[in-house]
RNA sequence: GUGAUCGUAGCUCAGUCGGUUAGAGCGUCAGAUUGUGGAUCUGAAGGUCGCGGGUUCGAGCCCCGUCUUUCACCCCA
């Protein structure tokens, strides 16, 4: 066993995976560019300045922190060493970090780069994101995120747009999904009318996980969190809507009416049912009232997209956020996104066997080598494949034909052209399939004519 | 961060009660009339048994630590 090996909950990328992973990202870019997103990048460090405080405590604590470069001790106060506050310490040593998502460094462009973008802003971000979390089924610490994300328009087309980008990229995919909605604003009302406004993180990841511990188990956490009987009884009848979105949604009405943020939480969710049932999507979006989200900068809709036929944690997630510009001294400026899991995608393909198996093949020919003038030959004629743009390649030494012809095969080359001494003197060469193992001369133009 | 779990050849795995030189299959490489692959046959290479310490006359096997794998919790794509 080697002694080098990679980071805990890193992976590397053989050409197979990485054909299928191209297949994904291939995918969901054609859908953003279909949409009107354009691309940006931005560095896989930030300043931890930008990205502190924006992910909640747990947030915070997942977030890898890169180490100050030089003499990263000799500045720091001896006291504070030997006090070995961590917290304390790491002001001192490091003022960068890996980024945790791509929403945050978005915003932060926005802000940077306010006078030369032009709202409404539609762009599209594919690039890796890390979370010091402990890997374990659909959990990694470096991994993908696919997000698009429309700024600078409050409108509840763009809720209705991601939507219908989430159903044209599972679609696409072969992916069954449900799409579950729910409403920050509608949470809000929930904690008001109940009393506990200012516990609104603590009663949504409690109601968060309704599916997962039922409903014993959320009272049981919500009392934990401080919430008296009466006020947990109140919530009862929130956490047992039943019946189809437009049933739940007149029912909480009711419920929530003396709430004006809850009234506006329901409306909002209302229009955008309301013009997808004009669309007749075939993903069925379903209004999830437990569905929180932990992230604590979305303020209205809030999605979160899970495979039917796989077990596994959401492989998209996103909503939207009034004011993380604000935070970067931008206020007022509305945004909404979504973010694609494009690691959890490939696991849910991989376990349901969705992959395409075109996305394997690579090298269409081979043009065997012979040595001497016959390699000359070769590699002209490589050279008039590769103009033709048929992706070919020649083997790089004369080896014995048994070891090219292996080489081929274990590639899953489909042809060989051959072109030894009798080839290069009478100007026609040999095309072999390597399915069939029929084998025919050819001119140089039929070949290329042929496998174009 | 908490609690489990795994680690032996490139890969998948055997390895008895602690006993002498650690095995198999697949793969790799080399051959089986030098211009033809997949099949078959022959042969070869390949191991600090994750790493470090301990117990023992003796450790792949027992104990401790550590790293990694997988899984659950927390949280999340």
Known sequence: MSTHSIPKGTRDFNAIEMARRNYIFDTIRSVFKLYGYVPIETPAMENLSTLLGKYGDEGDKLLFKVINSGDYLGGVDEKVLVAKDSARLL????????????????????????????????????QPVWRADR??????????????????????????????????????????????????????????????????IDITVAIDKLDKIGIDGVNKELSEKG??????????PILNLGGSNREKLEKLKVVLTSSAIGIKGIEEITTIFAYLDHLGLSTQVQLDLTLARGLNYYTGAIIEVKAKDVEMGSISGGGRYDDLTGIFGMPGVSGVGISFGADRIYDVLNELNLFPSETEQATKVMVAN??????????????????????SEMFPEPSKMKKQFGYADSKKIPYIVIIGSNEVESGIFQLKNMLTGEQELLSPEKIIEKLK
């Open 370 to 391: 012979f040595g001497d003038k016959e390699e000359i030959a070769g590699l002209k004629f490589l050279q008039t494949l590769q103009q033709s743009g048929i992706p």
């Open 135 to 200: 890997p374990q089924k659909g959990r990694y610490r470096e991994f993908y995120q696919c997000d698009v994300d429309v700024i600078g328009t409050a409108s509840l087309l763009n809720e209705v747009e991601l939507v219908r980008i989430t159903d044209e990229i599972f679609t696409r995919l072969g992916i069954k999904v449900l799409v579950k909605m729910n409403n920050r604003k509608i949470l809000s009302g929930i904690a008001e009318i109940i009393g506990e406004a200012d516990k609104i």
């Open 227 to 236: 919430l008296s009987e009466s006020t947990i009884d109140k919530l009862q």
């Open 91 to 126: 002001k001192d040593i490091s003022e960068k970090g890996l980024r945790y998502d791509l929403t945050v460094p978005f915003a932060r462009f926005v802000v940077q780069h306010r006078n030369e973008v032009v709202f409404p802003f539609k762009r599209y971000q594919i």
